[in-house]
Nanobody, 127 residues
């Protein structure tokens, strides 16, 4: 049974940093690209990042987070991370860990665009 469990969200001041974690189980973790997506009120689902599996070290980032967010993974621990720096109010959203997209990175996504995703973790950026 595939399980993706996000953690690490919370309240942070503008300009601050936060690190999200995703614990994966129930599948061959290192064989899959892993993704972070987010959902903000009034904006719908948005690509955040993608990272390749055990071969290569490729990453993708959405335009809104390039240069500020970094995704990494630890295949020995079945963990994916999202380091978020220089946070601003527009980063406020529920962040989801997901795998097996049905569209290519950057394409239009909705609730059916990923084979698996977690319950999400809330990130709120406010002073």
């Amino acid at each position: 049974q595939v399980q993706l469990v996000e953690s690490g969200g919370g309240l942070v001041q503008p300009g601050g940093s936060l690190r999200l974690s995703c614990a994966a189980s129930g599948f061959a973790f290192s064989s899959y690209w892993m993704y972070w997506i987010r959902e903000a009120p009034g904006k719908g689902l948005e690509w955040v990042s993608g990272i390749s599996g055990n071969i290569g070290g490729a990453t993708y980032y959405g335009d809104a987070v390039k240069g500020r967010f970094t995704t990494t993974r630890d295949n020995d621990k079945n963990m994916v991370y999202l380091q978020m720096n220089s946070l601003n109010a527009e980063d406020t959203a529920v962040y989801y860990c997901a795998k097996e997209p049905r569209v290519r990175f950057g394409g239009i996504i909705d609730k059916d665009s990923f084979r698996s995703w977690g319950q999400g973790t809330q990130v709120t950026v406010s002073s």
